[in-house]
């Protein structure tokens, strides 16, 4: 099992910018991959940023060149970067662990990111 709890939402103004963290605990050796997803209000829930364990990223298209994912190995924690944010970034955001063996998906409960315009 791992466990994992978000943190750093909060209200920003567009044009701001705000670091998401997702700390892991748990059976985290196993975990391949890393990934931001987020889902608005009424829409279906969609990845944002991912991260694999060789460190290759990848990024929707809408937050490419202002959003960046990286990891801390040493503190079992993924973060996003997010800059020049906009209102359409709104949304709840969670992070996710995903075990390519297993196929084993683990998520957070999510923090809510509002942008103001």
């Known amino acids: 099992q791992v466990q994992l709890v978000e943190s750093g939402g909060g209200l920003v103004q567009a044009g701001g910018s705000l670091r998401l963290s997702c700390a892991a605990s748990?059976?985290?050796?196993?975990?391949?991959?890393w990934g931001w997803y987020r889902q608005a209000p009424g829409k279906q829930r969609e990845l944002v940023a991912a991260i694999t364990s060789g460190g290759s990223t990848n990024y929707a298209d809408s937050v490419k060149g202002r959003f960046t994912i990286s990891r801390d190995n040493a503190k079992n924690t993924v973060y996003v970067q997010m800059n020049s944010l906009k209102p359409e970034d709104t949304a709840v955001y969670y992070c996710?662990?995903?075990?390519?063996?297993?196929?084993?998906?683990?998520w957070g409960k999510g923090t809510l990111v509002t942008v103001s315009s």
């Open positions: 748990g059976s985290i050796f196993s975990i391949n991959a």
């Open positions: 996710n662990a995903h075990d390519i063996g297993s196929r084993d998906d683990y």
